[in-house]
């Protein structure tokens, strides 16, 4: 935790009413901390960035190239959750909301925005140059972030900020120069990138970790969840209304419909069910939740897309069977159960019965794949038969 060198304790947030304020830390056991409208605002303009990715993997998947729609789909996602989380950790522990620190997110949400321009390019030619522009312009904001949080520290915690601040330079540098490398070169130095990415929170927060404050964190994941949960309702939505209007065929997409909103609100329901941020008590938890939660959010947004991809199929429109149609909403549906278990719900329930109800709709759900067309009504109500018999074991629980 960052401390104050000269009382060894945490500095509270300053109220200081000033447009330029000295970026200190803010105490870790802050009362009533809570997103701000700035922070809602980041994640929504995110979503943009996790839209265009759905929208681009569901082509790709409605006409059976898997293979490129997927890997398109892991290397953009990875680019919006990187640059999100790392926003996010760094407010939870230096938000000091003046000025300069607004401008910087403002270039931030520019970055993403370049991103998301650049995805549909990414899948269509694997043309990487405006996504790599676009995430480099968001990560070398955050270096001027962390510069900023350098001057305000003293001690170890000052190294903390400059580790990042190196990290995330010379990792912007690496991208840069792939730009260059031959097509041949990409399949090896994209993992390295990545991995080297991965590795500066790690390295930079190896003797201190900065004051990020639990609740704030489990907050601003939840609220992220949530918008992608919404993403996902709103892109069903539109292809069912397409559909709709095209095809003249609500009778087969009802299932599709019924099935795709139940899914979403046990997706819902299981994230939201207890709060999760007694968990997070150090970096030791914090790292392995905050890193597991690409594939919470990535699985959240790829619900979306099945959906679509199954909405395509009842109206004959894609290009691959209707197994594999379903196998578009149930895989990335029983990852999602399984990832929010292990993650998240299994830290706040007791008992082998209720440990065990997630994992076994997962099964379930994935089971629901082999039944073609009627897959996505099925799994929907494996999710909702799942919620009940949770609401019934944790009843029981309270009562005992």
């Known amino acids: 935790m960052a401390s104050d060198p000269a009382a060894g304790a945490p500095r509270p947030h300053p109220v200081d009413p000033r447009p330029v304020r000295r970026m200190?830390?803010?105490?870790?056991?802050?009362?009533?901390?809570?997103?701000?409208?700035?922070?809602?605002?980041?994640?929504?303009?995110?979503?943009v960035a996790v839209g265009q990715a759905g929208r681009e993997l569901a082509h790709s998947l409605a006409a059976g190239h898997y293979g490129e729609g997927l890997r398109g789909f892991v290397l953009a996602f990875f680019a919006i959750w990187w640059a999100w989380m790392n926003f996010t950790w760094?407010?939870?522990?230096?938000?000091?909301?003046?000025?300069?620190?607004?401008?910087?997110?403002?270039?931030?949400?520019?970055?993403?925005?370049?991103?998301a321009a650049g995805v549909p390019r990414l899948f269509t030619a694997q043309d990487l140059v405006l996504a790599i522009t676009g995430y480099v312009v968001m990560r070398l904001a955050m270096v001027?972030?962390?510069?900023?949080?350098?001057?305000?520290?003293?001690?170890?915690a000052r190294r903390v900020a400059l580790r990042y601040a190196a990290g995330i330079t010379l990792c912007q540098a690496g991208w840069v120069v792939m730009l260059v490398l031959p097509d041949a070169a990409r399949p090896y130095v994209i993992p390295l990138g990545v991995v080297c990415e991965l590795a500066v929170p790690v390295l930079a927060e190896l003797r201190m970790q900065t004051s990020w404050h639990p609740h704030h964190i489990a907050e601003r994941y939840g609220l992220f969840t949530l918008i992608v949960l919404g993403e996902t309702v709103a892109a069903a939505t539109v292809a069912v209304q397409s559909a709709v209007d095209e095809h003249e065929e609500l009778g087969r997409l009802v299932p599709v419909a019924v099935g795709g909103l139940l899914i979403c609100f046990a997706a819902w329901w299981i994230y939201f069910a207890r709060?999760?941020?007694?968990?997070?008590?150090?970096?030791?938890?914090?790292?392995?939740?905050?890193?597991?939660?690409?594939?919470?959010?990535?699985?959240?947004?790829?619900?979306?897309?099945g959906l679509e991809v199954a909405v395509e199929s009842a109206v004959h429109k894609?290009?691959?069977?209707?197994?594999?149609?379903?196998?578009?909403?149930?895989v990335p549906t029983a990852v999602y159960l399984f990832t929010v278990w292990f993650l998240h719900s299994r830290h706040t329930k007791r008992g082998a019965l209720a440990q065990s109800i997630a994992p076994a709709g997962a099964v379930l759900v994935l089971a629901c794949t082999a039944l073609g067309t009627s897959g996505v009504l099925a799994a929907g109500l494996v999710c909702a038969l799942m919620i009940a018999v949770g609401v019934t074991v944790h009843s029981r629980e309270e009562r005992a």
Do not use: K
Request: net charge negative.
């Open 144 to 156: 001027t972030q962390w510069l900023r949080a350098a001057t305000g520290e003293q001690g170890e």
């Open 90 to 115: 760094f407010a939870s522990a230096y938000d000091v909301d003046d000025v300069p620190y607004r401008v910087t997110t403002l270039v931030q949400i520019a970055g993403v925005l370049i991103l």
């Open 24 to 47: 200190v830390p803010r105490d870790r056991h802050e009362p009533h901390r809570v997103a701000t409208p700035l922070e809602l605002f980041f994640d929504l303009c995110f979503v």
């Open 275 to 305: 709060s999760v941020h007694t968990h997070l008590r150090s970096n030791r938890q914090a790292f392995a939740w905050g890193y597991g939660h690409y594939v919470v959010f990535a699985s959240a947004a790829a619900i979306g897309t």
């Open 318 to 330: 894609a290009e691959i069977s209707e197994t594999a149609a379903a196998a578009t909403v149930t």
